[in-house]
């Protein structure tokens, strides 16, 4: 049967068979992931990119509209290159072929080919060899055949062939993928949806294609690569959304912060991608431009030590509140899941796309008080689910469950997954910062001495039970400002000059301790606290960690170590998502006892 044109819905269950069909070849598409970056995470995010479009795209019986909705969909989903480059060739589509109830194909192909323009618009700095290439060369086989065949299924089958020719092509064009032994995943996943969509334009039963198991593939050898094809460690994507936003400043924004850089859109709604070592810079510009929603910063560094360099065979996770020193997290090789962070309505990652610095800049400048939320449920299942399919057994460590729900996330997530408690061990720290980062610490430097999982979940609890905090509270402002404290406590406290000690209870609740009438007074009776509770005991290690606040964090270093005969484990700085809470001039101490 031929089929001289497509109508919107015909359009819609076209583009979902071809998602269907990335979809399906995820894992292999992983598995041949070596450009920009070996991460192993093209077939994943172009998987999220097509479910987005499932998700988000609504079929109407105009053909315009449905790819309007097709595209918008697909930009506000799109993770990864591939994923943007894809986005940004459907925004290209949608606006080219103009007012089209019914898209013919030569119409289609002449849409096709000025819509590369958009995608290849995007990509600051392209490279050949890889998805662009393949779907410029399939575009202008469309194009070239567009007047000689007016049937669907003759034009699409006909350029399906010339872009496996082309996917065939790409290790000629781009050395790491011949070296590897494999075709460029990208340009894979963008055939694969060309498959998808013939198969469907030819059956036309959207039922059979969306059952229809993955092709058999022969599976690549495994891909050598090295520590030295990581040339940038995050891999950072946002949403930034405005009125009339400048373009060409984003866009030279994000070329100087790194490579892979891609942005993709419209002035009133763009994607970024790019691979970054200062995520925290791009981002502390980039609010600057315009309201940034819809972040990822994933740490390739991590990832490609998960796949390819792992100390260990058990995994340590915990979350951004956890106040250990990067060196120490790195050296360990910890995960870390970050929490959301909001000013006004622009979203950063605590840790990775905020530093302290920057936030506690933000916290003196902006009149609006920022505020924290849990991290979404589905990246919280994510991390999970990677750090599963790469160690054979996991250790996740939470802030308190008594403060917020993110202990309850991982079991939720562990459960959604499937994940044996055997083998993936959730630890509320009960506690958070300075004292949830020695738990971490303790647990990871048993990981480190090769002690199995079934003695450190067992002890964990043990080590939880042993850990103390202490915290020096500079002023109340900042609890009154996130409605922690009424004004009027925070009135009196200021007019009085309160300085509270706080610490957390049993439970993982907030306590207070004590209080003082000047920060001298409070720092004397904290180490007469520490004092107390550590006569007679043996201490296995202890830290200290401030905001902005180093002086009088390195003068409770000092004093403990002529107290205690032994230098702090780390001094820190304390996380944004605590500051939120805590203030300027916090300085919290934790120790662990044996």
Known sequence: ????????????YAFLAGGQAVIRDQAYLNKINVFPVPDSDTGTNLASTMR????GARASSSADVTLG?????ALLGARGNSGLIFAQF??????????????TAHRFAEGARKAVQYARRAILTPVEGTMITLINDWAEALYEQRLKMNDFVEL??????????????????????????????GAKGF???????????????????????????????DVAVTRSTLTKRYCSEALLVGKDLDIEAVQELVRRSGESAIVAGSPAKLRIHVHTDAPADLFHELQRHGTILDIKADDMLRQYEAAHERKAPIAVLTDSSCDLPQSVLDGHQVHLLPFNLFFGESLFLDKVTIAPGQFYDLLKS????????QPPQANVQRVLEFLAGHYDSVIAVTISGGLTGVHGQFLKAREALGLDPSRVAVIDSRHLSVSEALIVLRVAEAVRAGRTFGEISSEAERWVEKT?????????????????VSPLKGLMAAALNIKPIVSLDAAGKAVILGKSFSRRQNMKKILGLIGKAAAGRSIWNYGVTHAQNPFRALRYANALEEMLGKKAAFISEVSPVVGVHNGIGVVGVAMMFE
Do not use: C
């Open 1 to 12: 049967m031929k089929i001289r044109y497509l109508d919107g819905k015909r359009l819609y």
């Open 52 to 55: 987005s479009i499932a998700e």
């Open 69 to 73: 909705s097709i595209a918008d969909a």
């Open 90 to 103: 459907l925004y290209g589509l949608s606006q080219e072929i103009g007012k089209e109830r019914r898209l």
């Open 156 to 185: 699409l089958s006909y350029s399906l062939h010339v872009a496996e020719r082309s996917l065939k092509d790409t290790p000629k064009k781009l050395a790491v993928l011949a070296e590897a032994g494999v075709v460029d995943a």
């Open 191 to 221: 055939f694969d949806f060309l498959e998808g969509v013939v198969a469907f334009i030819k059956k036309g039963n959207i039922k059979a294609i969306m059952q229809e198991d993955a092709a058999s593939l022969p599976w690549p050898r």
């Open 366 to 373: 902006r009149r609006e008080m920022p505020t924290s939320a």
């Open 468 to 484: 103390k905090l202490w915290v020096d509270i500079r002023t109340l402002k900042y609890m009154v400002r996130g409605g922690r």
